[in-house]
């Protein structure tokens, strides 16, 4: 009897750094909703215990699968094979180097991240150092820099841009888009301190909005719009054109409260 269970073929890079990089291929049975992380699992699993990459997870929040997948940076996790043109290719992030198979290094990235000081600073140091409260900050406020909280650290901005491919002195979009996360964020006061670290050289005039950075990225942070709208707003900066909003106050400290005669006491017990 013809077995007719489809199957999808893999082809996936292979490198364990005393040997020359190769190719290797795997078949592997395909069923629907089978992710491409799914497929590594598999092989993994079955096929080939020797195989290597980074996941956590599967949920496409940690941002450790990025793979190039089929010429694409992609999440694992998210990548349906049936929505895949086989065979599936799977490839190392490119613009990071290679440590085994599948598994790029990242930490280049996260000191560009570092460097660009992804934290609120306050010139109240007392006051970040020992919080007396919150400081406020109104939803219109909050919308200027929300989007681009979204990253999680997946390299797939990175591994996209054209730039960061040619040119080593490149932060690069997703360091980028941090610092502007933080530049219009009405708490922070750091624009002095990221000066030089974020919006000097190596900042963002070396932008050649390719926009590939926002074409793959899986949480729609569109790092290539930061990116822009972080020269506009060093342009104005630097010709005084832009009026400097207050930074964020430090919330009044809340008032003892009395009972009012009118609102009932909740009930000791709510649940039987």
């Not at 560009?112 to 140091?125: C, E, M, T, V």
């Not at 888009?177 to 750091?190: C, I, N, T």
Request: glycine residues 6%; aromatic residues 8%; contains cysteine.
């Amino acid at each position: 009897m013809q077995n007719s269970e489809q199957k999808v073929r893999f082809k996936i890079f292979r490198y364990a750094g005393d040997v020359r990089p190769r190719w290797q291929n795997y078949e592997i049975p395909l069923a629907r909703g089978m992710t491409v992380l799914d497929g590594l699992t598999y092989i993994k699993e079955h096929d080939d215990s020797s195989l290597a990459w980074r996941s956590s997870c599967r949920m496409g929040i940690c941002g450790s699968c990025g793979l190039l997948i089929n010429g694409r940076p992609q999440l694992a996790c998210q990548t349906q094979i049936i929505e895949l043109k086989p065979p599936v290719i799977l490839k190392p992030l490119p613009n990071f180097p290679v440590i085994r198979d599948l598994v790029p290094d990242l930490m280049e990235m996260f000191h560009q991240h570092r460097h660009a000081k992804p934290w609120i600073i306050r010139d109240d140091h007392h006051e970040m150092e020992h919080p007396t409260s919150e400081y406020l900050q109104s939803a219109a406020a909050m919308e200027n820099y929300f989007q681009f909280s979204y990253c999680i650290k997946c390299g797939l901005c990175m591994a996209a841009c054209p730039t960061v491919a040619t040119d080593t002195r490149y932060l690069g979009p997703q360091p980028l888009a941090q610092a502007f996360r933080y530049l219009a964020d009405s708490r922070d006061e750091g624009f002095a301190g990221r000066k030089n670290s974020a919006f000097g050289s190596s900042g963002p005039w070396r932008c050649h909005f390719a926009g590939e950075c926002s074409k793959v990225c899986p949480k729609h942070v569109d790092p290539a719009l930061a990116i822009q709208a972080l020269k506009r707003d060093l342009f104005l900066r630097t010709l005084r054109l832009k009026k400097i909003a207050p930074v964020a106050m430090v919330a009044p400290k809340l008032q003892a409260a009395t009972p009012r005669p009118d609102i009932p006491p909740a009930p000791e017990r709510t649940v039987p």
